[in-house]
Nanobody, 128 residues
Framework: QLQLVESGGGLVQPGGSLRLSCAAS????????IGWFRQVPGKEREGVSC????????KYDDSVKGRFTISRDNAKNTVYLQMNSLKPEDTALYYC?????????????????????WGQGTQVTVSS
């Protein structure tokens, strides 16, 4: 069965850090661009970050630039999202997704239908 599984979410105080992981089973991630997305109830899902299959290019939403870092370890078949200086507005359900279209990460936040595989999400709550 082909699936993505996120982990690493939890409750953290403002200013704290978390590292999310996105692990694949049933397929290898090295041919896929991976995006991280988040969603709050009642709001649209938004793109947070994306990394190309080679890891050579990354993209970030303006709201997380300088605070979040996306990386990948293809040997471990896992992509990470290091989140530092967390804010209450970062609270959301975080998803990872994989796609292998020609577009890579170029339109990841605008055309989520490019992404073939989605995880179930991991909850991140930033609160004091």
């Amino acid at each position: 069965q082909l699936q993505l599984v996120e982990s690493g979410g939890g409750l953290v105080q403002p200013g704290g850090s978390l590292r999310l992981s996105c692990a694949a089973s049933g397929f290898t991630l090295d041919a896929y661009a991976i995006g991280w997305f988040r969603q709050v109830p009642g709001k649209e899902r938004e793109g947070v970050s994306c990394i190309t299959s080679s890891g050579g290019s990354t993209k970030y939403d303006d709201s997380v630039k300088g605070r979040f870092t996306i990386s990948r370890d293809n040997a471990k078949n896992t992509v990470y999202l290091q989140m530092n200086s967390l804010k209450p507005e970062d609270t959301a359900l975080y998803y990872c997704a994989a796609q292998r279209t020609w577009y890579g990460c170029s339109r990841y936040s605008r055309v989520t239908s490019d992404f073939t595989y989605w995880g179930q999400g991991t909850q991140v709550t930033v609160s004091s």
